[in-house]
């Protein structure tokens, strides 16, 4: 059941830099806004960065806005969040997902989400 497959996680020192990558079924990734979400054993989900259908808009978290950077390879039916100058606040299991968006803007909320990856583990040490 699951839809989204994802890829790139590792232990790096902190300052370095990871490139997570998420590939969904084109039936889904054609027609859905993508998402990174990230969670900590303990914590709620937390939302990282989105990506609108077309690439067109993305938001970002205040906690990575200008680290990290979230595109899509349409040919690959693949979502990347490339994550540079990593702290070890960053460590967490990390979560792709995917919004049918059927609204004007992208969504913050995991709730709006319809289907996600299995995690990947970023554990960024000091």
């Known amino acids: 059941q699951v839809q989204l497959v994802e890829s790139g996680g590792g232990l790096v020192q902190a300052g370095g830099s990871l490139r997570l990558s998420c590939e969904a079924p084109?039936?889904?990734?054609?027609?859905?806004?993508m998402g990174w979400f990230r969670q900590t054993i303990g914590k709620e989900r937390e939302f990282v960065a989105t990506?609108?259908?077309?690439?067109?808009?993305?938001v970002y978290a205040d906690s990575v806005r200008g680290r990290f950077t979230i595109y899509r390879d349409y040919a690959k039916n693949t979502v990347y969040l490339q994550m540079n100058s990593l702290k070890p606040e960053d460590t967490a299991v990390y979560y792709c997902?995917?919004?049918?968006?059927?609204?004007?803007?992208?969504?913050?909320?995991?709730?709006?989400?319809?289907?996600w990856g299995q995690g990947t583990q970023v554990t960024v040490s000091a």
């Open positions: 990506i609108s259908r077309s690439g067109s808009t993305t």
């Open positions: 084109g039936r889904i990734f054609n027609n859905y806004a």
């Open positions: 997902a995917a919004d049918p968006a059927r609204r004007v803007g992208v969504s913050r909320t995991p709730g709006a989400y319809d289907y």
